[in-house]
């Protein structure tokens, strides 16, 4: 077990409204600027104080009808739309930073690879080497639809796809080589044409000429993010991921995905000490423990009340009607998704209800003092043996921003867990660090 262990943040439903319901006063303004960068350069500019590894923006670009087969409980709660194009979003993150890492989320079952390699290598020339890939595959057949297709491909399928696409956007990010623009304006010569190459690729699903039209970027091959937790999606993560973020509700199970993650990646030639794999955690802490755990009873009393808007993102994440079932009754183990599998996994033989208020939240529960908390985070990562957390809270206000930049982080960086400065500009050389 290393001294340190890796912070990120995850932007969970994205670059949408996020504290339209707070009762924090800070947040009231907020309420209608909801679309502008302001309450995430806030965010980000924390983050960055506190030298978390990176902030990776979830997305998706549908307005979902899974629930009862209408839109209007997504919209009547804001859940999961209306999102803004998180692209756009990191150009302002990178200049109110100087170093945290921004890692937007790009799908490989929407974006042409050409075109999404481009962007990234883009977004890694303007903020000088922070930008890492959410490299994702799209799984509601409502994103489908907007794209041209009546559903998406088989779970399974969708990786295959997303193999060739990977084999072509870090082909074309390499495709000029280190030392190919050679600005001498004496001869003249801008680049060495001998330098930059076509990558010629022609798969089962995609085929490009390449080269970029751009020079290598500072960090070359941009940092993968991947968060499949299918054996499929462990599978791809394994070969292509810089950092996995994944959802384990045991220390155990946090012991057991990453011990497999590592070694399916020295079934590929890597290092598995390349790869550093975060888990979930929304952490609530307050001065006290009592005052902590009551916060966390309020949010279930609240989870309680809103049943409909749980059931839906339930519903979003695996393509099936929750709606359908008895609120007390047990899953049954014959569900199958072409979603989410291995959150569907997760919740077979549980009830809706438990399900939609609060009693399988995601991640490993962190409730108390700073103190308090910053210790179990110690002990976890001890038997777990890395690599660190991903903290996350869906409908954060500035109040949480505060209680885990400002409580949290500076009572683990007392324990010596996490970094205090950065030792590196690039996302890559801090994630590579310890």
């Known amino acids: 077990m290393k ?105 490989t079952s929407e974006y042409p690879p050409y075109l999404a390699a481009r962007l990234i290598n883009t977004l890694d020339h303007v903020t000088e080497g922070r930008i ?37 956007v870090t082909g074309l990010w390499e495709a000029w080589e280190p030392d190919a623009v050679v600005l001498d304006r004496e001869s003249p010569v801008f680049a060495d044409g001998s330098k930059v190459h076509p990558i010629d690729y022609e798969g089962k699903y995609f085929k490009c000429r390449g080269p970029l039209n751009a020079p290598r970027s500072p960090q070359g091959r941009v940092p993968i993010c991947q968060a499949g937790g299918s054996p499929r999606g462990q599978a791809f993560a394994s070969r292509w991921a810089d950092t996995i973020i994944t959802n384990a509700l045991t220390v155990e199970g946090m012991k057991k995905f990453r011990e497999d993650v590592r070694e399916r990646a020295i079934g590929w030639g890597r290092d598995p000490d390349g790869i550093k794999v ?19 009873r309020l949010l279930a009393e609240e989870d309680g009340r809103h049943l409909d808007l749980n059931l839906s993102g339930l519903s979003r994440l695996t393509n099936i009607d929750f709606a359908k079932f008895d609120l007390d009754e047990p899953l049954p183990a014959s569900l199958t998704t072409n979603g989410h599998q291995s ?19 995601q991640g490993i529960e962190f409730v108390g003092t700073p103190d308090g908390v910053a210790g179990r985070m110690q002990e976890i990562m001890q038997e777990v043996g890395g690599d660190g957390f991903l903290i996350f809270n869906t409908y954060f206000d500035r109040r949480y921003v505060m209680e885990i930049c400002d409580g949290l982080v500076p009572e683990l960086q007392r324990r010596g867990l996490v970094r205090k400065a950065y030792a590196h500009r690039h996302l890559r050389d801090n994630l590579l660090e310890f």
């Open 3 to 107: 001294d340190h262990f890796h912070l990120a943040w995850f932007l969970s439903q994205g670059y949408g409204p996020k504290t339209w319901r707070s009762q924090w006063p800070g947040s009231s303004s907020d309420l209608k600027r909801w679309m502008m960068p302001d309450l995430f350069i806030d965010l980000a500019r924390g983050l960055d104080r506190c030298c978390f590894d990176y902030m990776i923006i979830e997305d998706s670009s549908m307005v979902p009808y899974t629930y009862r087969g209408s839109h209007d409980t997504y919209l009547k709660y804001a859940a999961s739309s209306p999102k803004l194009d998180p692209a756009v979003l990191v150009s302002y993150l990178a200049q109110a930073t100087r170093t945290l890492g921004l890692v937007p989320t790009l799908s």
């Open 132 to 168: 890492g890939w959410n490299c994702v595959t799209s799984s509601n057949d409502g994103a489908a639809e907007n794209y041209g297709h009546d559903t998406q491909r088989p779970h399974d399928e969708r990786y295959d796809v997303a193999d060739e696409f990977a084999e072509i």
């Open 278 to 296: 975060l888990f979930l955690a929304c952490p609530i802490v307050d001065s006290t423990a009592e005052a902590a755990r009551e916060r966390r």
């Open 343 to 361: 959150s569907l996994a997760n919740w077979i033989g549980k009830t809706p209800r438990a399900l939609a208020t609060g009693n399988s939240r």
